[in-house]
């Protein structure tokens, strides 16, 4: 026959091991979750970073390409008109030396200045047409609006960037504090009910707990 | 007697709380936790091993679509530099001599003496510096280049030098990050599965205490176990 204070200890010692059970399944599951949500945010981090990469470098490409297409135009415009100036200039001193050859090559001047410019027109206006393909035409025709749009999502994908990374960084402290629940439910299962047994394995449900949180936390 | 009726109704209670407390060293179900743990500890590693082989996929391919990317847009920065600030001046100024050029012969036919002399003298010039600049210049000298208008084709000179380098060319970038979607899509589902295993390792911890359900448990955790195995090989063979 066993006495009611050997009964008392036996059932104790059993709901013991009942808890420790139930806390490593615990463990195991919310490892599982913590896991998965500790992926997703890890790659959602580490895609935004690099799409946000990729639209920094895009963007600098499209404001150096348009900028030199902008540039060329304006400039084969200055050559136009620079001939115009100066064929304007030699007929004016012809009339005023009364120098015939000096207005003749300006008047030939001003009707080359009309062509010139009517072919660089017509230069500049190829920019960016067919057959290039579609990405360098895209370069070479960006507005200012279309730059814009771009680095509002550019700036959108940096701010997706750190919020997965907080949420990588949070479903990685509830990994760390679920091992150590881990260990420490170990330790109450070796130390066994007593004192330093019970301390251990409510500090464990304490970090399970914690754990639980920060997993919902990193969810969201 | 009410005494002894009560006697044997401790004893009894005592017995079936023995029964429920002391452990039999051989119990029946003890080898299957052991075995339903095994295999769930088994099953978490090859799923998270593969997940993470999958995701460390996804994220070269990302990282492949960023080199892309940069190659790509300086491969055209180049391109376009090379046509825009090297070879469109000298085109240009090519252009004007011609124009010019024509434009003094032009005049030339209606002047005489002087006027005329000067005039052929500019033209001269001016075919000096189309002689001079020519050779350095495909863009104005190439048919292929000519507007009817008179002025230059700069797309189809620009396409011809971005054919130069097909291989830059054809960089696709936004095919690689789709393909790192995809990846990053089969590492979630992957590491998804790791939910039902771990519940069948939680449903086998269970009945290690729970004697009396242990089959019962035990039959749970297998299933929740199988039905991990099942999902990460459907993911493993429909990705």
């Not at chain 2, 252009?95 to 209606?110: F, K, P, S």
């Not at chain 2, 269970?206 to 993911?235: E, H, K, T």
Request: proline share 3%; glycine share 6%; hydrophobic share 50%.
């Amino acid at each position: 026959m066993i006495s009611p204070d050997s009964a008392a200890e036996l059932r104790a010692e059993r709901r013991f091991d009942l808890v420790v059970a139930v806390l490593i399944g615990v463990i195991a599951v919310l490892a599982a979750i913590l896991s998965a949500i500790q992926l997703d945010a890890s790659q959602a981090s580490t895609r935004d970073n690099l799409q946000a990469a990729r639209l920094a470098a895009d963007l600098s490409a499209r404001i150096a390409v348009s900028e030199q297409a902008i540039d060329s135009g304006l400039g084969t415009q200055q050559t136009a008109l620079m001939l115009g100036i100066e064929s304007a200039a030699r007929e004016i001193a012809g009339l005023q030396n009364d120098d015939a050859s000096t207005s003749a090559v300006g008047k030939a001047q001003a009707a080359a200045f009309d062509k010139l410019r009517a072919a660089l027109t017509a230069t500049s206006a190829t920019t960016g047409g067919q057959p290039v393909d579609s990405y360098t035409a895209g370069l070479l025709n960006a507005t200012t609006q279309q730059l814009l749009t771009e680095l509002a999502e550019q700036n959108r994908q940096v701010d997706l960037a750190s919020a997965a990374g907080a949420r990588e960084e949070r479903g990685v402290l509830g990994l760390s504090v679920l091992a150590l629940a881990g260990v420490l439910t170990g330790l109450a299962a070796v130390l066994r009910e007593g004192r330093g047994g019970r301390l251990s394995l409510s500090a464990a449900c304490a970090m399970a707990a914690t754990t639980a949180l920060l997993a919902v936390l990193a969810f969201v | 007697m009410p005494g002894e009726i009560l006697v044997t109704t401790a004893s009894e209670r005592s017995a079936a709380a023995v029964a429920e407390i002391v452990v039999p060293v051989h119990e029946r179900g003890h080898g299957g936790v052991a075995l339903l743990l095994t295999v769930a500890a088994i099953v978490a590693a090859v799923i998270s091993f593969r997940a993470a082989i999958i995701s460390s996929s996804a994220s070269d391919s990302w990282q492949s679509a960023l080199r892309s990317e940069v190659k790509r847009s300086a491969a055209a920065m180049e391109d376009v530099r090379s046509l825009y600030q090297s070879e469109l001046p000298i085109a240009v100024r090519i252009l004007q001599a011609r124009i010019v050029q024509a434009e003094m012969l032009a005049e030339a036919q209606g002047q005489s003496g002087p006027a005329r002399q000067a005039l052929l003298q500019e033209a001269d010039v001016q075919g000096q510096i189309i002689t001079a600049l020519s050779s350095s210049s495909e863009l104005a000298t190439a048919p292929q280049y000519s507007l009817p208008s008179g002025g230059l084709d700069l797309a189809k000179r620009l396409a011809d030098l971005r054919a130069t380098y097909p291989d830059l060319l054809a960089l696709n970038p936004d095919g690689l990050e789709t393909t790192g979607d995809r990846l990053a899509h089969e590492a979630e589902l992957t590491i998804l599965a790791l939910v039902p295993t771990s519940v069948a390792a939680f449903l086998g911890v269970l009945a290690q205490p729970f004697r009396r359900r242990r089959m019962m448990l035990l039959r749970l955790g297998a299933l929740a176990l199988a039905g991990g195995m099942a999902m990460f090989v459907v993911v493993q063979v429909v990705s």
